[in-house]
């Protein structure tokens, strides 16, 4: 499968706990874009990296949360101190590399499921 | 600020019949306009875009669109409802500015087609 990749699935945590999220770009893709999409409501925007840069944070971030991508490939997201209305699903979208202004499409990943208790 | 409304929460329509499914957007200057579609426990799968040229955008699974300038909507359509179409579709608009291209998403319209 050569699609954006999301690990795990699903996680359920205690109030409290930290979580970390993993996604796998499309190979080659140097853009990468993580959105948190609450239940009832499109996804927003939460954070951008272009290759191993985060060049672009939402206010939605709080100090809670970091994401990184060290290396340009795969990123993580880990958020500290779950609290309940961290709840949501997370979803990773990445992008080619973007030539002349021309506007590419951004494909997602399956997204993660967190249940925060 | 850029944002999306999508009036409708749910479209309901017998399958072979026609859908539209609504979107209107707020953005300043010339929007690039996307729709996506979300199959319970999947992430968004691509449908069509506009980025320019004619206002009639055609996408997947016979899926189009018209973008109207005037009436800043950009309204999803398919001739022919099919019951597998059921799922729930999200319009999406993110602004000309070169560099990182943030989508902002409507709150979503769930598409139900009965057969």
């Known amino acids: 499968d050569t699609g954006v990749s999301q690990d795990p699935r699903h996680k359920i945590t205690k109030r409290g706990q930290n979580v970390t999220f993993r996604c796998d770009p499309i190979?080659?893709?140097?853009?990468l874009y993580w959105y948190r999409q609450t239940l009832g409501q499109g996804p927003e925007f939460l954070t951008y990296?272009?290759?191993?840069?985060?060049?672009?944070k939402s206010r939605l971030l709080s100090d809670r949360f970091s994401a990184e991508r060290p290396k340009g490939s795969f990123s993580t997201l880990e958020i500290q101190r779950t609290e309940q209305g961290d709840s949501a699903m997370y979803l990773c979208?990445?992008?080619?590399?973007?030539?002349?202004?021309?506007?590419?499409?951004?494909?997602f990943g399956p997204g993660t499921r967190l249940t925060v208790l | 600020a850029q944002s999306v409304a999508q009036p409708e929460d749910q479209v309901n329509v017998a399958e072979g019949n026609p859908l539209t499914v609504k979107c209107t957007y707020s953005?300043?200057?010339?929007?690039?306009l996307f729709w996506y579609v979300q199959y319970p426990n999947r992430g968004l799968q691509f449908l069509l875009k506009?980025?320019?040229?004619?206002?009639l955008v055609k996408g997947s699974y016979g899926f189009e669109a018209e973008f109207n300038k005037s009436q800043t909507s950009f309204h999803l359509k398919k001739p022919s409802a099919l019951v597998s179409d059921s799922a729930l579709y999200f319009c999406?608009?993110?602004?000309?500015?070169?560099?990182?291209?943030?989508?902002?998403f409507g709150t979503g319209t769930r598409l139900l087609v009965s057969p």
């Open positions: 953005v300043s200057g010339n929007p690039y």
């Open positions: 979208a990445s992008i080619p590399r973007v030539s002349g202004g021309a506007w590419n499409t951004q494909y």
């Open positions: 990296f272009q290759n191993e840069a985060q060049l672009e």
């Open positions: 506009y980025i320019t040229g004619d206002n």
């Open positions: 190979s080659e893709h140097n853009r």
């Open positions: 999406a608009v993110s602004p000309r500015k070169s560099g990182f291209q943030k989508l902002v």
